[in-house]
C-alpha cells in the first residue's frame, strides 16, 4: 500500500507541471505559457486622498519600446483628474555590477488624449533590474505633499528575447522521489 501511495504522489508532483499547463497548446506548450505569463503588465494602485494613481507596466523588451501609463482618478467618484503634474524615473541596476543609477533622468510626462491618463514611451537598452517610477508631485496648482509615487520593479535577463525553457528546466517537469 505504502509502495502504491508512494507511486501516485510521485506521478503527482512531476505531472503539476503538465497539468498547468493544459489547453495552452499542443506543441512546446511550457514555452507558450510562459512567454504568455511574460506578457503581462503589472499594474499597481495608489489612494492618497481623494487621488487614485494607477500605473501600468508592460513587461520589458530589449530594444523595444512599451508605453507605461498612469491614469489619475477620484477616488470617490472615479472620475478622470486632469492638471496633474506627473514625472517619471528609471533606475537601473546592472547585473553585472550591481550599481545603481538613473537610466533615464527625471522626465515630465504630458497628459494624453484621454483625459486624466498620462502616458511615456520607454526602451530597456540593457538587461538588469529596472525600477519605473511615477511621481505625481501637484494637481493643478495644489503641490502634493508628500508627492504620490506609483512604482515597480521589472527584470529584464539576458536571455529574455531568446528564451526557449520552462520554468522548470525545460521539461515542465520536476522529478520527486517519495520513500
Keep these: 500500500m505504502k509502495i502504491l501511495l508512494a507511486i501516485l504522489l510521485t506521478l503527482s508532483f512531476t505531472s503539476c507541471m503538465h497539468w498547468g499547463m493544459m489547453g495552452v497548446g499542443q506543441s512546446h506548450h511550457a514555452d507558450q505559457m510562459h512567454m504568455m505569463t511574460n506578457r503581462t503588465a503589472l499594474e499597481n494602485e495608489v489612494t492618497a486622498g481623494n487621488v487614485k494613481a494607477i500605473g501600468a507596466f508592460p513587461t520589458l523588451e530589449l ?24 514625472h517619471f524615473e528609471v533606475q537601473h541596476l546592472d547585473p553585472v555590477t550591481h550599481n545603481e543609477s538613473p537610466h533615464h533622468a527625471m522626465q515630465s510626462v504630458a497628459e494624453s488624449r484621454l483625459s ?31 508627492e ?30 517519495i520513500i
Excluded: W
Design 63 to 86: 530594444g523595444k519600446d512599451v508605453t507605461l501609463t498612469l491614469k489619475l482618478v477620484d477616488a470617490k467618484t472615479s472620475s478622470p483628474i486632469s492638471d496633474g503634474q506627473v
Design 116 to 146: 486624466g491618463v498620462y502616458t511615456i514611451p520607454f526602451r530597456a537598452a540593457q538587461p538588469g533590474e529596472y525600477r519605473l517610477m511615477f511621481h505625481i508631485t501637484a494637481i493643478g496648482k495644489q503641490e502634493l505633499e508628500p
Design 148 to 177: 504620490i509615487d506609483v512604482e515597480t520593479t521589472r527584470v529584464l535577463s539576458s536571455e529574455s528575447q531568446e528564451h526557449h525553457g520552462s520554468m522548470m528546466n525545460g521539461t515542465g517537469t520536476t522529478p520527486a522521489l
